[in-house]
Each structure stands twice: as C-alpha cells, then as structure tokens.
C-alpha cells in the first residue's frame, strides 16, 4: 500500500471508529485553487495528495478556526464561504456571504465573518450561525485584504482602487480612518505589538508600513530582486513570524518571496520560487514557508532556515492561497 | 451647440470649506462619424463600441470613494460641438467651469488644430480617441497627452507578436483613406525594426464592380504570393472584417481584423480587468473597448496625481501628472505613466480577437533600456516632437 493510500486509510478509520473525536494536527496542506473550483489537501510530509475536496466556485481565501477543526473557504463565484471539516475532509456547511467575496478574516469564536465584497466596495460581516450577513461597510473599491486584531476590535480593510486602508470599528461597523498607503494594496500583517501593520502594494511594487496609532505610513519597504525591474514586483501575499522579526512577502511577477527584517525595515534576502508567487504561509514551527504560484499552479516550499527552495508541488490550476494544519 | 453643459456630474455630497474641487471636462463632436449609429452596430474590432464619456463615468465613479475620503469633489463636465468650428467656444464653456483637464474624443484634425489654439491657456488636453502619429511628433503640444495608443504603438505590437510566432512573410493590403496609408507606413516601420518581411503590399477597394475585380476580391489580392499573415490596413473596417477565412492561403488576418492590437480587450482575464469589465458593462450596457479604456484611464491619471499631490495646485498637479514619478493603475498589470518627450501614456498593448487575448505587448523577450513600455512607438530618440 502506498504511503498516500496509508493516510487516507488512516484518516478514515479514524472517522469511523470515533466521529466525534477532532482531528488534531494533520499536517495536511491545505490548498485552494481558483480554478478547479476545489480544495487540494497534501500530506505534511511526503507532500501527495490526500484529497481533493470540490468546494463552490473559485476557491481563495482560507482560514481555520481555532481549535483547527473545521477550514472556511471562500469560494468568490458562488458567493459563499463553504465549510471544510478538517477530520472529514468535507464541506459540512454553506454560508452565503453576498456577491463576489474575495478575502476574509474569521472571529476568534468563528462566530463571524468579515469579507470583503468585491462588487459591493464593501466590508461584509456575517453572522456564521444564523448565516445573516449583519452589516456591510464601505471600504472603497474593489476591496480585498482583510486582518482583524487579535483583541477583534478593528478590521483593516484595503481598497485596490481607492490606493487606501480603511481601519473599521468592529462595534460600530463604522469606518474610523482611511489611510493612502501605495498603488493597488492587496493584503496585510501585524507586527505582535499590534503597533505596525505592514500592507503590501502590488502596482507599487512596495509595502506600506502603517503607525496603528496615528494611521500615518511610516515607512516603505522597496524591493530589488537580481534579474527583475521594478515593474516587475507586484507583492501581494505577506506573513510575519511569530517573533516579529521577518516578514515573508511574495514577489508576484518577480517570481520571488522576499525576507524582511522587520525592525531595520530592509529587505534581508530573496528566494526564487514560481511564476507569480502570490499567497504565503508558515507552518507552525516556522521551519517551512508555503508559496502558492498563481501561473505555475504548484507550491514552493522554502526553508526558512537556508532561505532554500526545497520543492516545488503540483497542485491544481491557480493555487491561491495555503493553509496548513499543524 | 447641441448639448453645451448639459450633464455634470455631481458625485459628492457638500463637504467642509477645506475641500477641493476636482472639475474635468469632456469634449466631442455631435456629428462625429465615427459614432454613427450603423457603424456602432457592427462592433469593428478596434474600434469606439460608443462614445468614450462612458469610461469617463465609470472612473469618476470609482474614483469618488478616495477622493471623497481626501475632501476632493469630483466633477465631470461635457461639452458637445456641433462641428470642428464650434470647438473652441465649447472648450472656453468648460473653462468657464473651472475644468483644467479635458478630456478631448476629435478627428485627428480637429483635435491639432484646437491643441494648436489653445497652447498657454493653462488647459492640459487628454487625447482619447486619435491614434495618429503627427500628433505625438510635428503637431505635439506641451499641455497635449495622449491616453489613446499611437498607430506606431499598435503596429509596434503587432510587429513584436508576428515576430515572437515566426510568422515573418506578411502580405499587406491597404486601403484608399489616408488612415489607412498612416497605418500602413507605421505597420511597415515596425516590420522594419522587428525583421519581418513584406512580400508584397497590395491597394484595395471596398467594391463588387467586376471592372475592378482586382482590388475588391478578397481571392484575388491574396494570390500569388506566400506568406505568414495577411495584414490588412482599413481604418473603415468593412473590408479586413469580411476578408477573414476568405484568404486564398490559410493564413490569419492581422491588423484591422483578425488579430488587432487595441488598448483594451474585454476578453483579458487578469490584472483586476474582469472588475472593470463588470462596473463598465453594467453601467455603460455595453463591452469596454479601447476608446472607453482611454477616457477611463484619463480620469483615472488626473484623479491618481491630484490626490498624490497635497497641495492641489493646478500646476503642481499637471508636473506630477506628466513626471516619471506617477503609477497609473491601468488595470492591465503594468505601471502606468506619460512619456516626457511626447506626452504619450506608456501602456502594454493587447493583441486581441473576437472573445480573448493572444498576448500582451511588449511580448517577452523584447527589452529595452528602462521601461519594456518604451519599446512601443516612439522612444525618445525616435521622437520628433518638439515641446
């Protein structure tokens, strides 16, 4: 029996002996892929696939609850974020959450979602158990990039037409500031203190780093990988490390990730990936950095420690964005 | 004047003393042929769909979150001449209501003759809708720019994408209109500076007279040669629309037809153009093509460079506007800017068929010394206008 066909086996014997007991710690990767209308779940290890879980149209963002039980995932044509159960590797649950969701973040009792809504120019918060969407904001056009404070009392919204971040109270539903940050910004990530949020600008080619105090842009991050023009940097995907002290952000047509050291705010290494790298993602002890290469569909995985590129998997068409449950 | 004024858009509610007005104008022809409402049904490729005020409305309307959140009002203004004589006292109408930016959709003609009246009048003219040559080079004007592509532009892509297929033996067919000869020496230029080969360049003529068979049948003008590609320069558009698949070698169509190189393709899927598409279609009723693109892009310029610039002078508006500092978002992936010695926006180029994109010019691999943009019409060394 292949190792693959052992996991699977596994897995479900493990669903049928005890249904009730959560699935912990996997390894799985998780990867949505815009095009294939699916979820591609890979083995932590030997990096085969598990499965492939067929969601609602353009699967993109994802994000897990915090027990990692059950993986959320928008699926952007179909206008929902379908439920995955990271035990069954199913879609257990469907909540619609208006027209053209892109990204989103989840409350940390995964009792509400904030999406953003592409044709509404709009913020929205949906209740998860009563599948009403509550409230919608309005965040400028075509909206995208969605972090919420780990206190959950402000959302950051960004606008990639608009060129701004809109800083949203939660309680309120009301938009608090609108800050311009550089050309098309995409998504986000906060330093631990909660003090900078640094906000990656695809068309500038360059991250924002934004005072949360005083919403000012304090600082840009530009990048120059060997080989690339600058036109050729289009960030979007960016993650930090749990000690604040890098910063991962994709290079997009560069076809590189960047390394960024967050206190001196300069670049500190480039490692080749894909075509197009665009979302990011670390595994929990940090060692390895997931890629999702939008025009190569396949994932890089980097270690963290060499600044390596250790391999590159085949996923389905447009990986968008990976999640992993370790 | 038909409709002097009639429509302006005010897209913002009153804000405090502090806000600025951001007034743009919008200038055209009432008569303009190229919006007759037979020509219009035919969607030639690579031609206006409707008038381009449409994609003005779309970027005033998508513009109007930033500029509200900033204490920036934004207004577009119209003003319709009844004929090329009239165009002056309209423009002086939109100067009246504060507009320093126009956009201008005119003839050729029409468009140097009122940029040649109305240099130092501290009005920037965006051209939107002519694609000669003579306008960027002789007739170019310091407050002209250009959002609409260059005929060179166009031919300079077409050029890169024959090249990039080895599809280098190209019969050419050109039409009787001067358009079409304009066409047809920019077309012969780039395939002078890409290495591909004319076999032959042939006259012809929209007609069933059989007294002149040899310049309307499409069989006829495509025999006797080898070749790639058929090029065909028809400003019109009947003639190359209706001599594809009727060529006597199976060869594609290129130019006019076929495969045409345009600023904007509805067909294109990445760069965020699908949003665009969408907020066009919905409120114009109608796919975006080229002509829209440019006059959204236009608003799109002014609004990016007066919100970039704090204090809002005019002036200091326009240097930003025209600097090598600005990104213009195009939504077609690359950074948008104007080309000093010119005045040209420097903008990929889609090479473009009924329903999809074959590529984007610049086509890999054709570099330049700073930007790959540059590589379409005329780079700076090639230019012969002279501010």
Redesign the interface.
Known sequence: MSFRRLTLATALAGVLAAPLVQAKDTGYIFVSSEKDNAVTVLDGKSYDVVKVIKTGKRARDMHFDAGHTRLYVVASDSGRVDVIDVAKLEVVDRIPVGEDPEMFALSADAGTLYVSSEEDSALTVVDAASKKIVRQIKVGGEPEGVLLTPDGKTAYVTSEVANMVSVVDVASGQSQAKIVVGNRPRRFALTPDGKELWVSNELGGSVSIVDTATHKVVATVKFEPKGFRADDVTPVGLTMSRDGKTVWVALGRANHVAAVDVAARKVSDYVLVGKRAWSVALDRSEARLFVANGLSDDVSVIDTATHKALRAIKTGRVPHTVAIDD | MKRTLLLSLALLAALPAMARELNIGYLDLADDPRYDATRLERRFQGQPWGRPLAGAEVAVE??S??AE??GLTLKLETAEADDADGLGAALDGLLAHGARFVLVDLPAPALAQLAAATRGRGVTLINVGASADALRGAQCQPHLLHTAASESMLADALGQYLVSRKWRKVLALVGPLPADRERMDAFARSAKRYGLKIVAERPFKLSNDPRERDLGNIGLLTAGEDYDAVYIADSDGEFARDAQFRTVLPRPVVGSAGLVADIWQWGWERN?AP?LN?RFRKSAKREMSGADWAAWVAVKGVV?AS?RVADGDDAAVLRYLRGGEI?I?GFK???LSFRAWDGQLRQPVFLGYGNGVAASAPVDGFLHPT???DTLGADERDSTCKF
């Open positions: 998508e513009s979150f930033a959140a900033l965020g949003q969408n990016e919100l990104i978002d992936g690359a950074r930007n790959t943009l």
